[in-house]
């Protein structure tokens, strides 16, 4: 998964989900991406049959467990600030355990237990449901450990809790790990080999939110594209796959077909697309199904050939470009979003030139940019010098972000005069007499509430906009309410 949610967002919980019964009670941090919340409702949901409720009061918590990212440092630097928290709360309650789960957990492993004495269990992205044996080593008064990745585990038989949910919108996990060995990632190592989800159990979560009142699902995976369920293992198997178990395999875009179909009336978003796996039948799917957002999230890293073969990115610029074409072909008004990285090892002017003019030919609507950050074990950080001074890095990345202003502009003004489809998710933050939703291209959209309510999906003249917002009136509800 190579976009960044948010690093800061912290104890979420929602208060409905929680069991009158339980008498204990978590918070629970996450950071980082996508990936990381829908794991961080996964684990409430093994907890709460545990006798845990969640709290969004730290002091209140038997158990505290932050959810952690290492795919750039200032991340973990995030989180060890946090552990600081943590200790000084500890203090004060000194019945108070604390976890490290997820990425950085994986990474570390029984580093945190001794360099971070606060920390009294270490869990891994595969080992949540051995929680309750790691929190029962804890009560007698050891410390626990499991970072064991595996081939198999999906948590398809858990029904999340849906943490900090504003009952409207929700992650729906249907791959875990990943098989792109990209030189400068982590997620490999912290998350383990590629492996899909149960179609069915997507369809049952999927159906089940529909029925509690949720209106949009985004599904998620390290590299959604890659789904490929045959009977359950690993992607890099099914090769070795019966002739039964490859004929009935079904494909991201087979599962997409299916997610729409089930519920015609459920907005459907996926995240995150790797250039080299986002096949043509999948943008079919996308233009054939109203209810699929038109919107991609498209990570490209870079716009040299040369950059994106040291990356391990397997795919060019120019077969970048006939995937950016086919989309734009098929559906017209799809958005399109980046991840790029500025001064990546041996990165040269012309080669920064290079993303430049790639995102001129694209002009995405808007993108997460970062200056590279040597990961420890990844095959950058072991085979290639860091060589690009960090003043060079952050030019580079400022020349990327006003640029990308530009476009991000350009793409809003696009909608002015137009009427376009908005799901009310939340207040505007800026004024309680304006609701704020989001497009089917993900762009965020605010207007006056009239009567309007959260949940609502409605039609919305745009008048004004930012390089980032639009501005705009209802004028009645959507068709496809």
């Known amino acids: 998964m190579e976009k960044i949610i948010d690093e800061s967002k912290q104890g979420e919980s929602l208060v409905l989900e929680n069991k009158e019964q339980n008498t204990r009670k978590l918070y629970i941090e996450s950071y980082g991406c996508a990936m990381n919340f829908s794991d961080s409702e996964i684990v409430a949901s093994i907890l709460s049959n545990q006798g845990y409720n969640t709290t969004q009061k730290l002091e209140d918590a038997d158990l505290v467990l932050v959810n952690t990212c290492s795919i750039r440092d200032k991340a973990e630097q995030t989180v060890r600030k946090r552990l600081e928290k943590y200790n000084a709360v500890k203090r004060i309650n000194p019945r108070m355990k604390v976890g490290v789960l997820g990425c950085m957990a994986e990474r570390l492993k029984s580093k945190f237990l001794e360099e971070e004495k606060i920390v009294d269990l270490v869990v891994g992205p595969d080992a949540y449901k051995d929680l309750p044996n790691l929190l029962a080593e804890v009560e007698d008064g050891r410390d626990a450990i499991n970072v064991i990745l595996s081939k198999e585990e999906t948590y398809g038989d858990i029904s999340p809790v849906r943490l900090n949910s504003n009952g409207v919108t929700a992650f729906v996990s249907i791959t875990r790990g990943c098989d792109n060995m990209c030189t400068f990632c982590v997620v490999p190592f912290t998350r383990g080999r590629e492996r899909s989800r149960d179609p069915q159990s997507i369809l049952e979560e999927i159906n089940d939110l529909w029925a509690r009142g949720f209106k949009e699902i985004t599904l998620l995976g390290q590299n959604v594209d890659s789904y490929l369920w045959y009977g359950g293992g690993l992607k890099k198997d ?26 015609p009336h459920m907005r459907i978003r996926f995240s995150t697309s790797n250039p080299q796996d986002l096949t043509l039948d999948v943008i079919e799917t996308m233009a054939k199904h109203h209810n699929i957002c038109k919107h991609i999230h498209l990570p490209v890293q870079s716009g040299s050939n040369r950059i994106l073969k040291a ?37 040269t002017e012309q080669d920064h030139q290079d993303t430049l003019s790639l995102m001129d030919y694209v002009k995405y609507n808007f993108g997460y940019m970062f200056t590279y950050s040597e990961r ?75 009567q309007y309510n959260i949940g609502d999906l409605v039609k919305v003249k745009i008048t004004d906009c930012t390089s980032a917002t639009l501005i705009g009136e209802a004028i009645g509800l959507s068709d496809n309410q």
């Open 238 to 263: 099914f090769d070795k796959a019966s002739d039964i178990q490859k004929a009935t395999a079904v494909n991201f875009a087979n599962l997409l077909d299916m997610c729409a179909k089930a519920q």
């Open 376 to 450: 420890p074990g990844t095959l950058a950080e072991r085979k290639m010098e860091d060589d690009v001074p960090e003043e060079v890095k952050k030019r580079r990345l400022a020349e990327i972000v006003q640029l990308q202003r530009e476009h991000s502009e350009i793409r809003t003004k696009q909608y002015l005069n137009t009427v376009v489809e908005v799901l009310i998710e939340k207040e505007s933050k800026k004024s309680n007499k304006e609701w704020s939703g989001r497009t089917s291209q993900n762009s965020v959209a605010v207007f006056p509430k009239a």
């Open 311 to 347: 990356m391990n990115r397997l795919h060019t610029r120019e077969e970048y470009f006939q995937l950016i074409d086919n989309i734009k072909r098929l559906i017209p008004d799809c958005a399109i979003s980046h991840d790029l990285i500025a001064g990546f090892p041996t990165e």
